[in-house]
T-cell receptor, first 114, second 112 residues
Framework: KAGVTQTPRYLIKTRGQQVTLSCSPI?????VSWYQQTPGQGLQFLFE???????NKGNFPGRFSGRQFSNSRSEMNVSTLELGDSALYLC?????????????FGPGTRLLVL | AQRVTQPEKLLSVFKGAPVELKCNYS??????LFWYVQYSRQRLQLLLR??SRESIKGFTADLNKGETSFHLKKPFAQEEDSAMYYC??????????????FGDGTTLTVKP
């Protein structure tokens, strides 16, 4: 099976712009989670989608949003970018997002905000 | 609220020495705990999970509910073990369904 893919891999934006990141889960996986990874903060949970519904979200401002499509692909959007949004954004998929399931991570999208 | 604490950001040991990466958690209920590893230039991947009670690459981790810990151990570290290690708690269904909490990670360096 192909692994989790994320596009684009690298992105440079300026403050105030918005950005959309895409994640394609492993075939058959219906749960997609998004994380922000920074050197100082580690891995921070953004949100999780299952069957096109956001089931849970972390402590991020409303500028961070996402959605999931019927084929389980997911997108994450960040509006009004700030310098502090520069990070590696990871998505992970699992079969159904159950607590005992392994999450499979993508390579990440590295976002630089200037 | 669920929380995962990895008290050591950096850990350095010599090849052949024992290694222990600490992980403490807080969670109201029975947790599902995992260790994920990120080797240089590779994506984050599962190392082991407590539910499997397995040993992967010589690593083991025991869930201690009394001390709310899930420390990762290996009796003889190898240079290829150098990586970033994350302890993670994955919430059971209910209000926290789908929510995962990761520690800040520990960078392990195994010196020759």
């Amino acid at each position: 099976k192909a692994g989790v893919t994320q596009t684009p891999r690298y992105l440079i934006k300026t403050r105030g712009q918005q950005v959309t990141l895409s994640c394609s889960p492993i075939s058959g996986h219906r749960s997609v989670s998004w994380y922000q990874q920074t050197p100082g903060q580690g891995l921070q949970f953004l949100f999780e989608y299952f069957s096109e519904t956001q089931r849970n979200k972390g402590n991020f401002p409303g500028r961070f949003s996402g959605r999931q499509f019927s084929n389980s692909r997911s997108e994450m959007n960040v509006s009004t970018l700030e310098l502090g949004d520069s990070a590696l954004y990871l998505c992970a998929s699992s079969l159904a997002g159950q607590s005992q399931e392994t999450q499979y991570f993508g390579p990440g999208t590295r976002l630089l905000v200037l | 609220a669920q929380r995962v604490t990895q008290p050591e950001k950096l850990l350095s040991v010599f090849k052949g020495a024992p290694v222990e990466l600490k992980c403490n958690y807080s969670y109201s209920g029975s947790p599902e705990l995992f260790w994920y590893v990120q080797y240089s230039r590779q994506r984050l991947q599962l190392l082991l999970r407590h539910i499997s009670r397995e040993s992967i690459k010589g690593f083991t981790a025991d869930l201690n509910k009394g001390e709310t810990s899930f420390h990762l151990k290996k009796p003889f570290a190898q240079e290829e073990d150098s990586a970033m290690y994350y302890c993670a708690l994955q919430a059971r269904p209910g209000t926290n369904a789908g929510k995962s909490t990761f520690g800040d990670g520990t960078t392990l360096t195994v010196k020759p």
